[in-house]
């Protein structure tokens, strides 16, 4: 069958078939027909039978007689049937109509209770250039399929600077519905949260956690003695641990004291107590410590909140820190002895006493080859303590491990400490020189270079040293290894008369 036989029998069709039989001539038609045969279509489009009307609609955007469209279309967005709103709004799209009918449709289907339908509205809109209903636009923001939303919030974002949208993100962030109001509240900058904060307070007792979360969260850095207070407050009240970890946190960094009783009661739980262990630390209190002593010894807890009730003690730094975080190097939960690990860096980063120095440095450095998941962790908590070059110097001349060698060769950097020994360490670096790992031998380079920049002396074998390190600095090498040996060998050059 020709085309304009085929076009001849849809025309039949659409004036003498069934339902089924006229929704399908329309949609024949749409597909062979042409230009001329759009009123055709037009003429059908108020069908008694929606599957008639879904057909019009498709048959119109395939046609690509945007003036018939414009006729009918947007009267079909307002269907009462879904699918036949879903196909005419398709159309327009496809279409390209404009116009305020069109834009009003638009603006309409931003609250049809048929999610399609409300993406194929910001479709609409986006394709357009236009923003439709600004309240059915900005009150997308809080919609629960991602789809929607998602594209709301890129619509809101690119209209943020019409007046009529910046003030309706506003006033969503002020009082509107709870999803709503967060995605606001991620839009609007930092600035805002001063002019925001009564409403932000407000937010901190709503009854949905993801709003307090966010509040909480934006009211953490405003200085305001009221502002803490409440929050302080909300804390007290706080029955949902996601965000009880929000405020002790943002308390937590501002040092609060108060948060001592609520903090000792979220110890206990897995989400919040990590968060509490780190706003009893930031407190600093009798009370707090004490709690923090308790913790830290409690085998109920779970490992990430002892790991950070130890981070707390050496945050804290009372004179017994180190001698309650050393016996937790060997404790059987790995967490734990990450966390003992890190407090007793920033004890060493904050200044030993001279007493303690040793003991840190011995278990540290037993620590560093002992503890496979934590070498580079010790490595820095041992940075700066000379007291344990010597036994570094002799876990890089025993360890097999080539992570362990390679922390410990770089402990020996001159950057790093000194003592009366470090002259014997350019050996070490030398021999580093040839080891088959890559970092031990970029941290072999780069300790060499800051030896012989720091001591002076220019080495014996140097020839065999230069050739090496030219090996070093060619291209064969990874990049940071290359540069090293660069400056040693610049360095040597400096030597020369």
């Excluded at 879904?82 to 009918?101: F, H, M, N």
């Excluded at 009661?265 to 990590?274: E, K, S, T, V, Y």
């Excluded at 000194?418 to 050996?427: K, M």
């Excluded at 040839?434 to 220019?458: M, N, Q, S, Y």
Aim: aromatic share 4%; hydrophobic share 45%.
């Amino acid at each position: 069958m020709g085309s304009e036989q085929q076009i001849a029998f849809f025309l039949r069709e659409l004036k003498d078939g069934d339902t089924w039989r006229r929704a399908a001539a329309a949609k024949g038609l749409g597909r062979v027909g042409r230009d001329e045969h759009a009123g055709v279509l037009v003429g059908v489009a108020d069908d008694r039978a929606p599957e008639v009307r879904e057909a019009v609609a498709a048959g119109l955007g395939r046609l690509g007689v945007a003036e018939a469209g414009r006729t009918v279309l947007p009267a079909l967005m307002g269907d009462e049937d879904p699918w036949v709103r879903r196909r005419a709004s398709r159309a327009a799209i496809r279409l390209g109509l404009d116009g305020p009918e069109v834009v009003d449709a638009f603006s309409r289907l931003l609250r049809d209770p048929d999610h399609h339908l409300r993406i194929n509205a910001l479709d609409g809109l986006g394709a357009l250039g236009v923003p439709g209903s600004v309240p059915g636009l900005v009150a997308l923001l809080g919609d629960r399929e991602p789809a929607v939303w998602g594209r709301a919030r890129v619509l809101v974002y690119r209209f943020r600077d019409d007046p009529a949208v910046w003030a309706e993100v506003v006033r969503t962030a002020e009082r509107g519905e709870a999803d709503a109001r967060v995605r606001a509240l991620e839009l609007l900058p930092g600035q805002w949260t001063e002019r925001l904060r009564d409403s932000l307070v407000t937010g901190l007792r709503d009854a949905s956690a993801r709003l307090r979360i966010a509040v909480a969260g934006r009211l953490s850095d405003v200085e305001a003695a009221q502002t803490q207070d409440a929050l302080v407050g909300a804390l007290e009240a706080e029955r949902d641990a996601k965000v009880a970890a929000v405020l002790l946190r943002g308390l937590g960094r501002r040092g609060e004291e108060r948060v001592s009783g609520p903090a000792g009661r979220w110890l206990g739980d897995a989400m919040a107590g990590p968060a509490a262990a780190d706003a009893l630390g930031a407190a600093g209190t009798r009370t707090a410590a004490g709690m923090l002593r308790m913790a830290l010894v409690d085998p109920a807890l779970p490992g990430r909140t002892r790991a950070a009730v130890a981070k707390a003690v050496g945050q804290a730094g009372r004179w017994d820190a180190v001698w309650l975080l050393l016996p937790l190097l060997d404790d059987p939960d790995g967490d734990v002895r990450a966390g003992a690990v890190a407090g007793l860096g920033t004890l060493v980063d904050d200044g030993l006493r001279p007493w303690e120095r040793r003991s840190v440095a011995r278990a540290l450095v037993a620590h560093l080859a002992a503890d496979p998941n934590t070498v580079w962790q010790t490595h820095n908590a041992l940075i700066g303590l000379a007291e344990a070059l010597p036994g570094l110097r002799r876990t890089v001349d025993r360890t097999p491990s080539a992570d362990v060698r390679a922390a410990a060769l770089s402990l020996l950097d001159t950057y790093n400490a000194t003592d009366e020994n470090t002259g014997v360490d350019l050996a070490r670096f030398v021999h580093g020189l040839d080891d088959p790992d890559d970092t031990v031998r970029f941290h072999a380079t780069e300790g060499l270079a800051h030896w012989l920049a720091t001591t002076g002396k220019p080495p014996q074998g140097e020839r065999r040293l230069r050739a090496r390190l030219t090996a070093l600095a060619s291209a064969d090498a990874v990049a940071a290894t290359r540069a090293a040996a660069d400056e040693a060998l610049r360095t040597l050059d400096g030597y020369r008369p």
